[in-house]
């Protein structure tokens, strides 16, 4: 399978951005794809926090940093790149990565790219839709509204949304539903991926003595994520054209 | 071992809290203390009968869900009944059946179990085993309360009666004239007391009658009861971890 490179980012703060990022972590490791990930949170990480194993932490403004992504993406072992994009920095990231030639190599057939964008309950985000999507024209794009919070969302006008999505030969919608209030602060106080809450375990491997009813909403919730996630088919979005034997 | 018991029903009105009110007084008159649990914060029937014993939770709200469920896996030194009201009916199971409540039961020792009351009709009965199959390996114990009236012969012979009826967790709420079952309702009888020693005065015959029905229907929950027992594999040693 050819290195994927998977961006996730908002270009508002607070959509629940990271907490997608996680649950993609552990789809991805669900289905067995070898993937690593990068934190642009810089300096804090976040995602790191949760994922240490797996992530890194970059300045993503840094063109050095860019590099270290950028160049390392054949020679790494893991085929899918995902990359947690810090709020507000989404379209000057793909920016930055256009003038480095990524999105040249992709249209290349190099790498393949795929773009969760994940939206703000407001109507000013079709005007960020309409800036970044362009982005994803060789790739595969994401509109995720992430209900986790139970944010409403606006309504799409079918004709606006037709207009908006037409640029992308690959677009799909995705909702992340709702996660009961205290499951989601329970996993945030354990600091540990979504499934080993779920496995009732520490970071360090230990018993995790979460309650038996938090558990379960977690693992109800990840499962319908992941439903959404095949519903749309991401990862074979995320490399199109090549045979399922060679795609988890 | 202990049980945790949930009495059900999909419908109001069916004999829950009597026949849950039943079933404590089955471990009381054994020794023992069970714990209960209201699940209808508002009536509370069963923390009016056993007010020291009794939880009253609303399950809308996830603290009190988890103080339910985390209670009932918990280990335990008695059994616990759990009176389930028809609104709290549908969220139970799917937090029951979506979280590891069984298995985490077991360990500790607790053996979770059903006793689910239909109603008269078709619909009822296919309801009681759409549950049953749900529920897997976690017994159901099917209660025909004859309070609710006769089921028909067509019902009867049914593929959804017959499935359920074939097996021998099977019980019968016997039938009790109205004014006996009034007197049984009074806040101040105790039923446990009434079989040891009765403190309530009422005609002889009035008490061979109810005594009569306790005891059948008392009869019919330890038969219940000991056959659960009996199919217990035998108790895992203690765990080296604990």
Known sequence: MKPAVLIIGADKGGVGKTTIARTVLDYLRAKSMPARAFDAEFPRGTLKRFHPGSTEIVDITATGDQMKILDTLTSSDARITVIDIRAGLLSSTLRAFHDAGFFDAVRAGDFNFGLFHVLGPSVASLEEIAEVMPYAENGAYFAVKNFVNETSFFDWDPAVKAKYFERSKDAADINIPKLTEMACEAVELAGVPFSTFIGNKTAAGGPGNYSLVLRGYVRTWLMQVAAEYERVGVLKRLSPGETPASVA | ?242
């Open chain 2, 1 to 242: 071992m202990n049980f945790a018991i949930i009495v059900a029903s999909a419908r109001v009105r069916s004999g829950k809290t009597l026949l849950a009110r039943l079933l404590a007084e089955n471990f009381i008159l054994a020794g023992a203390r069970p714990a209960l649990f209201d699940t209808d914060p508002v009536a509370a029937p069963l923390s009016a009968r056993f007010p020291a014993d009794t939880i009253a939770l609303d399950l809308e709200r996830v603290t009190d869900q988890m103080a339910l469920f985390d209670e009932l896996a918990a280990e335990a030194a008695n059994s616990r009944i759990v009176d389930l009201s028809h609104q709290s009916f549908r969220r139970f199971f799917d937090l029951l059946l979506d979280s590891e409540f069984v298995q985490e039961a077991r360990a500790n020792d607790v053996e979770p179990v059903v006793f689910y009351i239909p109603g008269t009709d078709a619909e009822s009965f296919q309801q009681a085993r759409l549950l049953r199959d749900r529920l897997g390996d976690c017994p159901l114990v099917l209660v025909e309360n004859a309070h609710l009236g006769e089921i028909r012969l067509s019902i009867r012979h049914g593929d959804d009666y017959r499935s359920l009826a074939d097996s021998p967790l099977r019980m019968v709420v016997p039938a009790l004239d109205a004014p006996y079952m009034t007197l049984l309702e009074e806040p101040g009888l105790s039923i446990s007391e009434f079989v040891r020693a009765p403190t309530v005065r009422m005609a002889p015959d009035m008490r061979n009658e109810i005594r009569s029905w306790v005891v059948k229907t008392l009869g019919e929950i330890y038969r219940v009861l000991q056959s659960l027992q009996r199919r217990m594999p035998d108790p895992r040693p203690p765990s080296p971890y604990r």
